[in-house]
């Protein structure tokens, strides 16, 4: 148990409503990353951070945005959501103090936009 | 860029059994790192096993171990003696060591069915 949390855990929204997950670490790692996951593409690397307001995009990151303003804190924002942003979103952290070390997963939030 | 396939969508296999899920990977890379993830219907991502490169030997773990052949870029999850809780779907990752990201790619996944 790598200590992570996600808020809410299930969430139905409409389209164009703005939408933050929380994601919620308590061993102070300092790598947290946002995947979502959709039928056919396993996971897909949405935002990452590298450290406090240390942020920056990976593959999906379009109508995404992330903050950190505390190391156990990562924040994923949809500010209008879309049906194409109906998905499975996890929050990973990096074991090690490095980038390249084992990621351990929260357990998810489903997201759906009507 | 890399990338990850995993060419049997759905498996199943006798309780007590073994049973081999493929991966196939496609890197310039040299240092990197392979990963087995197992998703029950919980939906928790669990890591199972994980391959460092430049090792030859293949990791195991428990019942579960790897075929690691880096110049086929080939890297399989054998389940020995199969239990009814390794029903899940099963994803191969991989991680570029050099990279600035640190990001995992996953291939598309494998349903596993383990039958009574």
């Known amino acids: 148990d790598a200590g992570i949390t996600q808020s809410p855990r299930h969430k139905v929204t409409e389209t164009g409503t703005p939408v933050t997950l929380r994601c919620h670490q308590t061993?102070?790692?300092?790598?947290m990353y946002w995947y979502r996951q959709d039928p056919g593409h396993g996971l897909r690397l949405i935002h990452y951070?590298?450290?406090?307001?240390?942020?920056d995009k990976g593959e999906v990151s379009d109508g995404y945005s992330v903050s950190r303003s505390k190391t156990e804190d990562f924040l994923l924002t949809l500010e209008s959501a879309t049906s194409s942003q109906t998905s499975v979103y996890f929050c990973?952290?990096?074991?090690?103090?490095?980038?390249?070390?084992?990621?351990?997963f929260g357990p998810g939030t489903r997201l759906t936009v009507l | 860029a890399q990338t990850v396939t995993q060419s049997q969508p759905e498996m199943s296999v006798q309780e007590a059994e073994t049973v081999t899920l493929s991966c196939t990977y496609d890197t310039s890379e040299s240092n990197y790192y392979l990963f087995w993830y197992k998703q029950p219907p919980s939906r928790q991502m669990i890591l199972v096993i994980r391959q460092e490169a430049y090792k030859q030997q293949n990791a195991t773990e428990n019942r579960f171990s790897v075929n690691f052949q880096k110049a086929a870029k080939s890297f399989s999850l054998k389940i020995s003696d199969s239990q009814l809780g390794d029903t899940a779907m099963y994803f191969c990752?991989?991680?570029?060591?050099?990279?600035?990201?640190?990001?995992?790619?996953f291939g598309k996944g494998t349903k596993l069915s383990v039958k009574p």
């Open positions: 990973a952290i990096s074991e090690g103090g490095g980038y390249t070390d084992t990621q351990y």
């Open positions: 951070s590298y450290g406090v307001k240390d942020t």
């Open positions: 990752a991989f991680m570029n060591r050099g990279g600035s990201q640190g990001n995992l790619i």
């Open positions: 061993e102070n790692h300092r790598y």
